[in-house]
C-alpha cells in the first residue's frame, strides 16, 4: 500500500525572514554613549521568523518581552538600534536557566547594563520532527524520511536488523525524546518502536520504520493538457477581450464570468472540457442589477457558486452585491449589498466611494464556514465578512493588506489550514498571512516569475504545491507571457518554513511545470492584469486550471507518481 507522507525534511539555512530586523552597523568615531533605542527579538516563534519588539525602559535599564513558549530561548537573537558605535556584548543570549537576563552595551571603553525580561506565553504548538539521522550497520549514515502524514520515519534499511539513531531535530528546539524500544540509541527491525517527544506537556508520537521512502507526488512529465488559449491558437470565445476577468475551477466545474458580447455567468462540466467541446451551462441571471457592472468575478465553493458585481464608488447608488446559486439550476439569491459601513479596529469606518468588485475571495470550508474577502482596486483597503452555512454573512470588517495590492488581488485558503492564506496580486509578491493578514513570510518579486497572482498552496499525494498564473499589465509586460506556474513546496515542516526554503538557494527557484497561455505579442497587452487559478483532486488526478484574459484558459491533468 502506497504511504501517505508530507513535506520532506526542513532545512535549516539561508531561511528569508519577513520584517526582519537588522543591526545598525558598528561605526567608527562612535559616540561612546551606550542607550539601546530598539531591541527586537529576531528569532521568535516556533519556526524563528517571528520579530518581536521590547517594551524599554531607561529610567530602570529594563527591557521586557512576550514571547511564544516555542521560541528557540537558548540562543535569543535580537535585532537592535544602538548610540552611533555600539554594539551588544554577544551574538545570542540564554535565557533557559532564567527568564531576565543581563544585556551590555558596548562602545569603546564604555558600557551600560540593561535587565532583559521575556515572559514566555503557555505553550500550544504540538511537537515535530524535523530531522533524524542514522547509521547502518555497515556505517553509512544517512539522514531518515520524517513524513507528518503517517507520523512515521522511514530509515531505508530494510535489508539490515538493527539501525544505531545519531541525533534527532524538533521543533520546538527544547523539546525532550525518547526512544521507546532502543538500547544505546540503537533500535531492531523485529521491533522498532517508537519516538515518544514532549514539549512542556504537549505530546507526540512518531513510528519508526525501517522501510524505503515510497514514491509519491504528481507526475507532471505526464500531464494531458485540455488548451483552450491564444499560445495553441485555439482562444476560448469569452476570453478574446479583456471582458472576462475571472475564472475559477474546482476539479469538476469551471466558472466563467464574462461581459463579452453580453452578460454570461458559465459553467462548464470537465468532461466537456476533455471532450474538445466546451459550452457549459449558462446560470440564471434573474434579478442580477446594479453596479457598474453587473457581474465582475466569481468563485466556487464545494459545488455552490458565488460572483459580485463591480461597483466604482460603492454607496446608496451603486452598493457592492455578492450573489450566490446553491446549484446550476437555481435562481440567483443576493447575499450582499454593501453600502460602506465596516468595523474598525477603533469603531466604525466609512469605506463609501471606494472600488469594489474586481475581485473575490471565497475561503470557506465544507460546511460553508470562513470568511469571503474583497479588496480595493487600489490595493490599500480589504472588506472581510464572516460567513456561516455558505450564505451567512455578517460582521464587515476593515483590514490593511500587508502591502499594497493594486488591481486584481487574490487571497486564498492554504489547503487543509484553517489560519494561512495566500495573499497577492500582480504587483506584489505572494504573502503568507493569517486570516487577519498579519504577514508571516514572504516570496518576492525577485524569486518568482513576475505579475504571478491567484496563488494557492494545495497538497496533493502528500506533497505540497504552490501554483500561480501571471497576469499582462500594459506595456510594462514587455514580452513577459501570460503562464501557470507549479512549485514544489515539500520541503518544510510547516508552510512558511517551506516557502522560505523555496528561495533559500542562491538562483529563483526553477518551478515544476509552467506553461503559456497568453502571446507575447503587443496585441495581447492589456489594461486588465487579472489572472486566475484552480484546482482539483477527482479520482486520484490532480486537475489544475489557469487563465487570463486576452489568453484563454487551460486545463492540466496530472496522475500519481508511480
Not at 506584489?428 to 493569517?434: C, M, Q, R, S
Not at 518551478?511 to 497587452?525: E, K, Q, R
Given at each position: 500500500?502506497k504511504?501517505?507522507?508530507l513535506?520532506?525534511?526542513?532545512?535549516?539555512?539561508?531561511l528569508?525572514?519577513?520584517?526582519?530586523?537588522?543591526?545598525?552597523?558598528?561605526?567608527?568615531?562612535?559616540s561612546?554613549e551606550?542607550?539601546?533605542y530598539?531591541l527586537?527579538?529576531?528569532n521568535?516563534?516556533l519556526?524563528g521568523?517571528?520579530v518581536?519588539?521590547?517594551?524599554?525602559?531607561?529610567?530602570?535599564?529594563?527591557?521586557?518581552?512576550?514571547?511564544?513558549?516555542?521560541?528557540?530561548?537558548?540562543?535569543i537573537k535580537?535585532?537592535?538600534?544602538?548610540?552611533?558605535?555600539a554594539?551588544l556584548?554577544k551574538?545570542?543570549?540564554?535565557?533557559?536557566?532564567?527568564n531576565?537576563?543581563?544585556?551590555?552595551?558596548?562602545n569603546?571603553?564604555?558600557?551600560?547594563?540593561?535587565q532583559?525580561?521575556?515572559?514566555?506565553?503557555?505553550?500550544?504548538?504540538?511537537?515535530?520532527?524535523?530531522?533524524?539521522?542514522?547509521?547502518?550497520?555497515?556505517g553509512?549514515e544517512?539522514?531518515?524520511?520524517?513524513?507528518?502524514?503517517?507520523?512515521?520515519?522511514?530509515?531505508?534499511a530494510?535489508?539490515?536488523?538493527?539501525?544505531?539513531?545519531?541525533s534527532?531535530?524538533?521543533l520546538?528546539?527544547?523539546?525532550?525524546?525518547?526512544?521507546?524500544?532502543?538500547s544505546n540509541?540503537?533500535?531492531?527491525?523485529?521491533?522498532?518502536?517508537?519516538?515518544?517527544?514532549?514539549?512542556?506537556?504537549i505530546?507526540?508520537?512518531?513510528?519508526?520504520?525501517?522501510?524505503a521512502i515510497?514514491?509519491?507526488g504528481?507526475?507532471?512529465n505526464?500531464?494531458?493538457?485540455?488548451?483552450?488559449?491564444?499560445?495553441t491558437?485555439?482562444?476560448?470565445?469569452?476570453?478574446?477581450g479583456?471582458?472576462t476577468?475571472?475564472?475559477d475551477f474546482?476539479?469538476n466545474?469551471?466558472?466563467?464570468?464574462?461581459?463579452?458580447?453580453?452578460?454570461?455567468?458559465?459553467?462548464?462540466?470537465?468532461?466537456?472540457?476533455?471532450g474538445g467541446n466546451?459550452?457549459?451551462?449558462?446560470?440564471?441571471l434573474?434579478?442580477?442589477e446594479?453596479g457598474?457592472?453587473?457581474?465582475?468575478?466569481?468563485?466556487?465553493?464545494?459545488?455552490h457558486?458565488?460572483?459580485?458585481?463591480?461597483s466604482?464608488?460603492?454607496?446608496?447608488?451603486q452598493?457592492?452585491?455578492?450573489y450566490?446559486?446553491?446549484?446550476i439550476n437555481?435562481?440567483?439569491?443576493?447575499l450582499?449589498?454593501?453600502l460602506?459601513?465596516?468595523?474598525?479596529?477603533e469603531?466604525?469606518?466609512?469605506?463609501?466611494?471606494?472600488?469594489?468588485?474586481d475581485?473575490?475571495?471565497?475561503c470557506?470550508?465544507?460546511?460553508?464556514?470562513?470568511?469571503?474577502?474583497?479588496v480595493?482596486?487600489?490595493?490599500?483597503?480589504?472588506?472581510r465578512?464572516?460567513?456561516t452555512g455558505f450564505?451567512?454573512?455578517?460582521?464587515?470588517?476593515?483590514?490593511?493588506?500587508p502591502?499594497t495590492?493594486?488591481?486584481?488581488a487574490?487571497?486564498?485558503?492554504?489547503?487543509?489550514?484553517?489560519?494561512e492564506?495566500?495573499?497577492?496580486s500582480?504587483?506584489?509578491g505572494?504573502?503568507?498571512t493569517?486570516?487577519?493578514?498579519n504577514?508571516?513570510?514572504?516570496i518576492?518579486?525577485?524569486?518568482?516569475?513576475?505579475?504571478?497572482?491567484?496563488?494557492r498552496?494545495?497538497?496533493f499525494?502528500?506533497?505540497?504545491?504552490?501554483?500561480?498564473t501571471?497576469?499582462?499589465?500594459?506595456?510594462?509586460s514587455?514580452?513577459?507571457p501570460?503562464?501557470l506556474?507549479i512549485?514544489?513546496?515539500?520541503?518544510?515542516?510547516t508552510?512558511?518554513?517551506?516557502?522560505?526554503?523555496?528561495?533559500?538557494?542562491?538562483?529563483?527557484p526553477?518551478p515544476?511545470?509552467n506553461?503559456?497561455?497568453?502571446?507575447?505579442?503587443?496585441?495581447?497587452?492589456?489594461?486588465?492584469p487579472?489572472a486566475?487559478?484552480?484546482?482539483?483532486?477527482v479520482?486520484?488526478?490532480?486537475?489544475?486550471?489557469?487563465a487570463?484574459p486576452?489568453?484563454?484558459?487551460?486545463i492540466?491533468?496530472?496522475?500519481?507518481r508511480?
Amino acid at each position: 500500500m502506497k504511504h501517505k507522507l508530507l513535506y520532506g525534511l526542513l532545512m535549516l539555512v539561508g531561511l528569508f525572514t519577513l520584517n526582519s530586523c537588522s543591526d545598525d552597523p558598528i561605526v567608527e568615531n562612535p559616540s561612546g554613549e551606550t542607550f539601546i533605542y530598539r531591541l527586537s527579538i529576531a528569532n521568535g516563534g516556533l519556526t524563528g521568523t517571528d520579530v518581536i519588539i521590547g517594551t524599554i525602559d531607561e529610567e530602570t535599564k529594563t527591557i521586557t518581552f512576550d514571547a511564544p513558549a516555542e521560541t528557540d530561548i537558548e540562543a535569543i537573537k535580537f535585532a537592535t538600534k544602538l548610540s552611533l558605535g555600539a554594539h551588544l556584548d554577544k551574538d545570542t543570549y540564554d535565557f533557559s536557566q532564567s527568564n531576565t537576563v543581563p544585556v551590555t552595551v558596548v562602545n569603546g571603553d564604555n558600557t551600560s547594563t540593561y535587565q532583559v525580561t521575556i515572559n514566555f506565553a503557555d505553550p500550544k504548538d504540538t511537537p515535530m520532527i524535523t530531522a533524524v539521522r542514522v547509521k547502518l550497520p555497515e556505517g553509512t549514515e544517512k539522514n531518515a524520511y520524517v513524513s507528518e502524514i503517517d507520523k512515521s520515519i522511514y530509515m531505508g534499511a530494510e535489508e539490515f536488523e538493527s539501525v544505531e539513531i545519531l541525533s534527532i531535530s524538533c521543533l520546538p528546539k527544547r523539546t525532550v525524546t525518547t526512544l521507546t524500544m532502543a538500547s544505546n540509541n540503537v533500535v531492531q527491525k523485529s521491533d522498532p518502536g517508537s519516538i515518544l517527544l514532549d514539549f512542556m506537556g504537549i505530546t507526540n508520537e512518531y513510528r519508526l520504520l525501517f522501510a524505503a521512502i515510497p514514491v509519491f507526488g504528481a507526475d507532471f512529465n505526464s500531464g494531458t493538457a485540455y488548451t483552450f488559449c491564444n499560445s495553441t491558437g485555439n482562444l476560448f470565445g469569452d476570453f478574446v477581450g479583456e471582458n472576462t476577468r475571472s475564472a475559477d475551477f474546482d476539479g469538476n466545474n469551471l466558472l466563467i464570468v464574462s461581459r463579452e458580447g453580453g452578460l454570461n455567468v458559465r459553467v462548464i462540466p470537465f468532461n466537456e472540457i476533455k471532450g474538445g467541446n466546451p459550452g457549459g451551462t449558462s446560470l440564471s441571471l434573474d434579478g442580477v442589477e446594479m453596479g457598474t457592472f453587473l457581474v465582475s468575478s466569481g468563485r466556487i465553493s464545494h459545488g455552490h457558486y458565488y460572483v459580485s458585481n463591480l461597483s466604482t464608488s460603492v454607496g446608496e447608488d451603486q452598493p457592492l452585491k455578492l450573489y450566490y446559486w446553491d446549484n446550476i439550476n437555481s435562481k440567483p439569491q443576493v447575499l450582499l449589498e454593501f453600502l460602506g459601513a465596516a468595523n474598525g479596529p477603533e469603531g466604525e469606518v466609512d469605506l463609501s466611494k471606494l472600488r469594489f468588485g474586481d475581485n473575490l475571495n471565497v475561503c470557506l470550508d465544507e460546511s460553508g464556514n470562513g470568511y469571503i474577502y474583497f479588496v480595493t482596486q487600489d490595493g490599500t483597503a480589504v472588506l472581510r465578512y464572516n460567513v456561516t452555512g455558505f450564505t451567512n454573512l455578517e460582521n464587515p470588517t476593515y483590514l490593511v493588506p500587508p502591502t499594497t495590492l493594486s488591481y486584481y488581488a487574490a487571497i486564498n485558503q492554504v489547503s487543509g489550514k484553517d489560519n494561512e492564506y495566500t495573499v497577492t496580486s500582480v504587483q506584489a509578491g505572494i504573502y503568507l498571512t493569517d486570516a487577519d493578514l498579519n504577514p508571516v513570510t514572504l516570496i518576492d518579486q525577485d524569486n518568482i516569475p513576475i505579475r504571478c497572482t491567484d496563488a494557492r498552496i494545495i497538497m496533493f499525494d502528500s506533497e505540497r504545491y504552490l501554483i500561480a498564473t501571471s497576469g499582462r499589465w500594459g506595456a510594462w509586460s514587455k514580452d513577459d507571457p501570460q503562464a501557470l506556474y507549479i512549485y514544489d513546496l515539500s520541503d518544510g515542516a510547516t508552510t512558511a518554513l517551506a516557502m522560505m526554503n523555496l528561495v533559500s538557494g542562491d538562483e529563483p527557484p526553477q518551478p515544476l511545470f509552467n506553461f503559456v497561455i497568453g502571446g507575447d505579442n503587443p496585441a495581447s497587452y492589456g489594461s486588465a492584469p487579472s489572472a486566475s487559478t484552480g484546482w482539483g483532486v477527482v479520482n486520484g488526478m490532480l486537475r489544475v486550471m489557469t487563465a487570463a484574459p486576452k489568453a484563454g484558459f487551460a486545463i492540466f491533468e496530472f496522475p500519481e507518481r508511480e
